[in-house]
């Protein structure tokens, strides 16, 4: 009997396997299930709105040279002046979703893109395609700042940062999705063959406000109107925080402009590698962006993490620099580990940038302040990818070393600005 209850008993082995494939299937969980209810629809409102923000993207500018006529000039001129208009319009839109509630906002926004998307079609003249990018970056910033307050506002402060997380997680598949579909048209010299995925692009931002309604409804702020509608602007310790941001922001521009345009101009690697290191990005942040938000999504934890975003990509950069100087394997080796740093201080810099921007906005003021965070965000886009460009043009180390100080001081000043802007935090100004 005493043999058959020892045959019987589960193995010191067998419980500890156990263990380690239910943390497994528990890790796996958390980075596929959305974190709470309200993140569900917002999921599936995030899906639809990045599969149409990727096929669009990735057709709009071959669609507007190769078949609408629109010069490169043209082209790199209307979008420039778009993307300076739209930085004008983050602290309104996010002001009006605090005196009309964001959900209905937000609805109006993504139909106004899908609408924008489907205009490409009517473009015939500078005139008209400048119209229709304005109109489509405009309502594209609003909805960025919408969406902050929406989850703001919508959600405790212990879940904002790891539902913005696992939104992150969903916002890649939907782009690379889109970025698929839009290959069947880069093929393609025919205007229907491009107008037709237009179409889709439209109806995936259709399909985006329509799920946007299972969000609940989210009241308006109370005595909105009463709060000055430049309380963010003249808060000065949470503008420092917005400009350090957009300083660390740049390292976007880094990944999508400097690393392919560095690989292919400046290094013996393999033009192939660039497509290694987008992928090791992608498989570095969808595992460690929403556990890193679990665990250090919290304001206390903003600085530091910001800090150490500041560090990662500067090392990245000073990596970068140096592998224009070896060969071969050494140069892959040198990329790959650039590459990997950099997606680590991605992720430090995503969690420390949304514990900030949250936190550190007051509750009965999250729209305006959201939209002060996402203008920041959206001039780092503006102009990172120039700044980037002039770097890899020198072709030289030093391009690159100076690059890593700014993000290093960025980093290094990011903690002294949170304190700052939190000791302020006590004695909100109306």
Known sequence: M??????NRPSPGGEQAGRTSGRAIQALRHLVVPPTKTTRPLAVTTLMHTVGTGLVVTLSAIYFTR?????????????????LVSLLVGVPFGRLSDRVGP?????????????AVLMHAFVRSFGTFLLVVILLAVSNQGASAVRSALIATAMPPEERVVSRAYLRSVTNAGFAVGTCLASVALASAYRPTYQALLGVGALCFAAAAAAMLRVPTVPP?????????????????YTAVVVLNALLQLHYAVLEVGIPLWVSEHTDAPRRVVSILFLLNTVIIFLLQVPVGRRWGQLRHAGALSAMAGALVAAACVLLGLSGSVTGLVAVAVLVTAGSV???????????????????AP???????????????????VVG?????????????????????????AGFLMPSAVGWAQRGRTAPVQ
């Not at 005493?2 to 045959?7: K, V």
């Not at 509750?363 to 886009?381: M, P």
């Open 385 to 409: 990818a120039a700044l980037v460009t002039v770097v890899v043009a020198s072709g030289t180390f030093t391009g690159w070393l100076i690059a890593a100080c700014v993000f290093a001081v």
């Open 103 to 115: 959900r209905g906002l937000l609805v109006c926004l993504l139909l106004c893109q899908g609408a």
């Open 221 to 237: 702020v109370e005595r909105a109107a009463a709060v000055s509608p430049w309380l963010a602007l003249r808060d000065m310790p």
């Open 2 to 7: 005493t043999e058959q209850l020892r045959q």
């Open 67 to 83: 078949i609408v006529g629109v010069s490169v000039r043209e082209l790199g001129l209307g979008l420039t002046v778009a993307g």
């Open 342 to 360: 950099h997606a680590v201080g991605e992720v430090c810099h995503t969690t420390g940038s949304w514990s900030a921007g949250f936190g550190l």
């Open 363 to 381: 509750e009965h003021a999250q729209g305006q302040y959201q939209g002060l965070f996402s203008t920041g965000v959206a001039a780092s886009q």
